[in-house]
């Protein structure tokens, strides 16, 4: 799982995302720390900072994305320990089996 995350790492370096910062925590490569930046509509100019957790299976198994700032939005909600707000992607289910739904071993933390 290191390897893959350090190739994750090197990759979103080399090709940063416009509007998204995304780096490891200090020197703890399975917490990352990451800003969106809205770029139209109601969320234009909106910051949102969140905290993706990678697991010993990763890529095999999702993180666990949890957001520090509230976003207006219907998949989104305050998660139930009070730590945050929880967010509803398809793509972070592992027991999806719907074609074209679900997580793939193929996505990279660039990918969510």
Not at 97 to 103: D, K
Not at 107 to 112: D, E, K, V
Request: charged share 15%.
């Amino acid at each position: 799982a290191l390897a893959r995350i350090a190739a994750d790492l090197r990759t979103l370096r080399e090709h940063p995302l416009a509007g998204i910062a995304a780096v490891p925590f200090g020197d703890d490569l399975w917490v990352w720390h990451f800003n969106i930046r809205g770029a139209c509509g109601e969320h234009d100019g909106l910051i949102v900072h969140g905290v993706l957790k990678l697991g010993a299976r990763y890529p095999s198994a999702p993180p666990e994305i949890r957001l520090c700032t509230g976003v207006p939005h219907p998949n989104v909600w305050r998660a139930a320990d009070g730590a945050g707000f929880e967010v509803c992607m398809d793509m972070l289910d592992a027991g999806s089996s719907a074609p074209y739904s679900g997580w793939a071993s193929s996505y990279f933390i660039s990918s969510m």
